[in-house]
């Protein structure tokens, strides 16, 4: 069973930096994890993704140059680390799961419906 969980969020004032964190398990073939992220009265959005087969990455526009995608294999955890955050980075984010029988290859920011797997999500606050 795969299991996402995600933590790390937290109150932040504009231009500083937080790192969220998705300690993963249970994958099975060849995953891909990703961040998306929900602010109150908007669709869910991708911010970033990484594969397990060779970590390749790919960003949203919105957030190309300042938040990083990242994993540490021997802890199973992808972080995502956030940096000259913004008042409109304000949201919850969540880490999500794919697998794919063969190659993972991730090559454009993540889409929801590309994910079966979630975690509970994080409240990121950014003031001005």
């Known amino acids: 069973e795969v299991q996402l969980v995600d933590s790390g969020g937290g109150l932040v004032q504009a231009g500083g930096s937080l790192r969220l964190s998705c300690a993963a398990s249970?994958?099975?073939?060849?995953?891909?994890i990703a961040w998306f992220r929900q602010a109150p009265g908007k669709e869910r959005e991708g911010v970033a993704t990484?594969?397990?087969?060779?970590?390749?990455?790919a960003y949203a526009d919105s957030v190309k140059g300042r938040f990083t995608i990242s994993s540490d294999n021997s802890k199973n955890t992808v972080y995502l680390q956030m940096n000259s955050l913004k008042p409109e980075d304000t949201a919850i984010y969540y880490c999500?799961?794919?697998?794919?029988?063969?190659?993972?290859?991730?090559?454009?920011?993540?889409?929801?419906?590309?994910?079966?797997?979630w975690g509970q999500g994080t409240q990121v606050t950014v003031t001005s």
């Open positions: 990484i594969s397990s087969s060779d970590g390749s990455t």
């Open positions: 999500a799961g794919r697998e794919a029988l063969g190659t993972m290859v991730v090559s454009r920011a993540p889409k929801v419906w590309e994910y079966d797997y």
């Open positions: 249970g994958f099975i073939f060849p995953y891909a």
